[in-house]
T-cell receptor, first 114, second 111 residues
């Protein structure tokens, strides 16, 4: 399977714990995006990378969130000191270029903070 | 703030009826993309429109981009149960290099 893969698919954590998600984009794609989606809403942009450089972060992204893309391949999204409001589906997407080409989404990581 | 809006939020149709969802942006878009998300699934790209007034068709689906490049629509003719899902429009607002998604239209097709 050469699509975007995310791990884990589901994560249940206690409030205050740290969690880390991984995304493996399509190999030739240089752009990688993280989105968050809650029930009944469209994906909400969090951050994106051009190769290994993190070029933009949403103002909605609190300092508890950090993302990396070492070597421009896979990416990780870490949430520190999780809160119940962090419960959502975290989607990763990749594309060959920026907003002028289609984004391929992974199946997401569903986070539940209890 | 800048945003992308979609209506209606929900639409129930009888199988065989037509369906239309509308997308409006607060700013001019360089392009607009449409995605479909099946229940429990992830967004899947359908199409991209770039030119003012552009119309594209994919079988029973017709996509339009407004003359001012601030609105778009997706029309499905003779819906089928396989059309069930949420349809999102998305576009780069201003000089953004990432997509802003609308809130989607959830389509239910009754057999």
């Amino acid at each position: 399977d050469t699509g975007v893969s995310q791990d884990p698919r589901h994560k249940i954590t206690k409030r205050g714990q740290n969690v880390t998600f991984r995304c493996d984009p399509i190999s030739e794609h240089n752009r990688l995006y993280w989105y968050r989606q809650t029930l009944g809403q469209g994906p909400e942009f969090l951050t994106y990378f051009q190769n290994e450089a993190q070029l933009e972060k949403s103002r909605l992204l609190s300092d508890r969130f950090s993302a990396e893309r070492p070597k421009g391949s896979f990416s990780t999204l870490e949430i520190q000191r999780t809160e119940q409001g962090d419960s959502a589906m975290y989607l990763c997407a990749s594309s060959l270029d920026g907003s002028l080409t289609e984004a391929f989404f992974g199946q997401g990581t569903r986070l539940t903070v209890v | 703030g800048q945003q992308v809006m979609q209506i209606p939020q929900y639409q129930h149709v009888q199988e065989g009826e037509d369906f239309t969802t509308y997308c409006n942006s607060s700013t001019t878009l360089s392009n607009i993309q449409w995605y479909k998300q099946r229940p429990g699934g992830h967004p899947v790209f359908l199409i991209q429109l770039v030119k003012s007034g552009e119309v594209k068709k994919q079988k029973r689906l017709t996509f339009q981009f407004g003359e001012a490049k601030k609105n778009s629509s997706l029309h499905i003719t003779a819906t089928q149960t396989t059309d069930v899902g949420t349809y999102f429009c998305a576009g780069p607002l201003g000089s953004a290099r990432q997509l802003t998604f609308g809130s989607g239209t959830q389509l239910t097709v009754l057999p």
